[in-house]
């Protein structure tokens, strides 16, 4: 690799605005798994990860809920390679298990207009799953469409398009440990 390439830093780039530090989100995702432990407890839920932008957050969380559970991922298509939603939603990877029966846990990165997350809920509902709750580790709450509960709720944030901790703009920042607002999409 060459020199340049190694001298720009990806974690502190300009275009990028903290918002949540990588100490505040470990503190947060480790309250939230406590409180999924002591509400599952005697039960073993299945968490279903929503690829992709879930994987950090599912990783942490896990480690944190002191029971034995199930992890399984979906992948749903929503904003292709833009920021804004095309409010189509369809399934790109499906469970590999079924879900009949069991308590379900959806883990997702962010709740936006809700649609992904309508769209999941019903859908595993309509499997026969004994119960479905939501784990989300942001809510940009403003742009709701459609009412969706979020039982464990990270944080609340404004209507900005944000990237890091697996949460990504056309791939790009997925890899930064913390959560920032992305500035200009266009830079
Ligand atoms: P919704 O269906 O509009 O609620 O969108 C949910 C999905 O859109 C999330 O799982 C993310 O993949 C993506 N998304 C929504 N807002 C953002 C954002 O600010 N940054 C990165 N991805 C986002």
Redesign the pocket.
């Given at each position: 690799m060459s020199s340049s390439a190694t001298a720009l830093s990806e974690f502190s780039n300009p275009n990028l605005e903290p918002l949540f530090t990588a100490e505040q989100i470990q503190t947060r995702v480790a309250e939230m798994g406590a409180e999924i432990a002591r509400d599952y407890a005697g039960g073993t839920p299945l968490l279903v990860g929503?690829l992709?932008?879930?994987y950090i957050f599912l990783s942490d969380l896990v480690r944190s809920i002191d029971l034995r559970l199930g992890v399984e991922f979906m992948a749903?298509s929503?904003?292709g390679m833009g920021?804004r939603?095309s409010g189509e939603?369809r399934i790109v990877k499906d469970l590999d298990v079924p879900v009949e029966g069991r308590d379900i846990l959806i883990v997702?990165?962010?709740?936006?207009?809700?649609?992904?997350?309508?769209?999941l809920i019903a859908s595993l509902h309509g499997r026969g799953a004994k119960s479905v709750r939501l784990a989300a580790l942001?809510d940009?709450w403003e742009?709701?469409?459609?009412e969706?509960t979020i039982d464990y709720c990270g944080f609340r944030?404004p209507d900005?398009?944000?990237?890091g901790y697996g949460?990504?703009?056309a791939e790009r920042y997925r890899n930064l440990p913390y959560v920032a607002v992305?500035k200009d999409p266009n830079a």
């Open positions: 929503v992709k932008g879930a749903i929503s904003y920021t939603s939603v997702e990165d962010i709740v936006d207009t809700g649609l992904t997350l309508s769209y942001l940009k742009r709701r469409e459609r969706v944030i900005a398009f944000v990237v949460l990504d703009f992305l």
